[in-house]
């Protein structure tokens, strides 16, 4: 679904991303990990076709991104960014109303009245009953469930999120978590999150990629790659792995920060 070959981005004289390169398979879901500004959040936007890199390719269903219209693109990738610009008296509906421009076009946005797939985005997400709430007046749990329902309502096989997780609450967190795992499955959606939490993404991700200094550390399935010692070389600390009694899947705690 997703082939990123030998990407490189450049702020200036720093590089960024180093010939990074990462194929998503379809229905699968990727976790990027890694420290601050080691170019995960980065590389979600040039898969988004929001950054040109300076080399390198990407290509979504096998076409490069750099031949596609930003609409096209937006028909094959959605994307929920960390946070929202202001959106001062919209309603839920209004702000999932925008996610159909790709597919309705400007004319098609001047019409009034949500069309089936802005319906089903806020029924699979559970704000259908917040739709006249102004986005505004919501919870931060509630917030995050109408960006969501923004970005499926564009209707393209591909998710991409950075840190949906990002100022919830532990519950609200795991609700978000679930709500894209079900999503996944019952849509066949392709997900790649930027994702802080280590134990999150291996709990929720198919496949995870670690990436340190803006280049790939190791990737592979969380059981394979999530040891001591990928805490240690990717997020600097020491700290502990197992497997969850529940769940099966790798577990973290960290003792102290790596001398």
């Known amino acids: 679904m997703i082939e990123a070959e030998d990407i490189t981005v450049r702020f200036g004289s720093r590089t960024v991303l180093d ?140 998710l991409l999120l950075d840190e949906p997780t990002t100022y919830l609450d532990v519950r609200h967190q795991l609700e978000v978590l679930e709500l894209v795992r079900r999503l996944q499955r019952e849509r066949g959606l392709t997900v790649v999150t930027v994702l802080h939490d280590l134990s999150q993404a291996a709990r929720y991700a198919d496949r995870i990629v670690a990436l340190r200094d803006g280049v790939v550390h190791t990737q592979g399935p969380a059981d394979e790659v999530v040891d001591a010692g990928l805490l240690h070389a990717v997020f600097g600390v020491k700290g502990r792995v197992w497997l969850d009694d529940l769940t099966g899947k790798p577990m973290c705690s960290y003792d102290a920060a790596s001398s």
């Not at 076009?105 to 319906?119: K, S, T, V, W």
């Open 19 to 158: 010939e990074v390169s990462v194929t998503v398979e379809r229905g699968e879901w990727l976790a990027l990990v890694g420290r601050n500004g080691c170019g995960k959040s980065t590389l979600l936007r040039v898969l988004a076709g929001l950054l040109p890199p300076a080399d390198g390719v990407v290509r979504i269903q096998g076409d490069p991104l750099k031949s596609l219209s930003r609409r096209e693109i937006a028909r094959r990738v959605a994307i929920l960014s960390q946070s929202m610009p202001p959106v001062g008296a919209m309603t839920v509906s209004q702000l999932v109303r925008q996610g159909r421009y790709a597919v309705r076009g400007p004319l098609g946005m001047l019409g009034n009245g949500q069309d089936a797939a802005e319906r089903t985005a806020m029924a699979d997400t559970a704000v259908l009953d917040l739709a006249d709430a102004q986005v505004d007046h919501l919870s931060g749990g509630e917030r995050q469930r109408a960006r969501l329902a923004l970005a499926l309502a564009q209707d393209a096989p591909v």
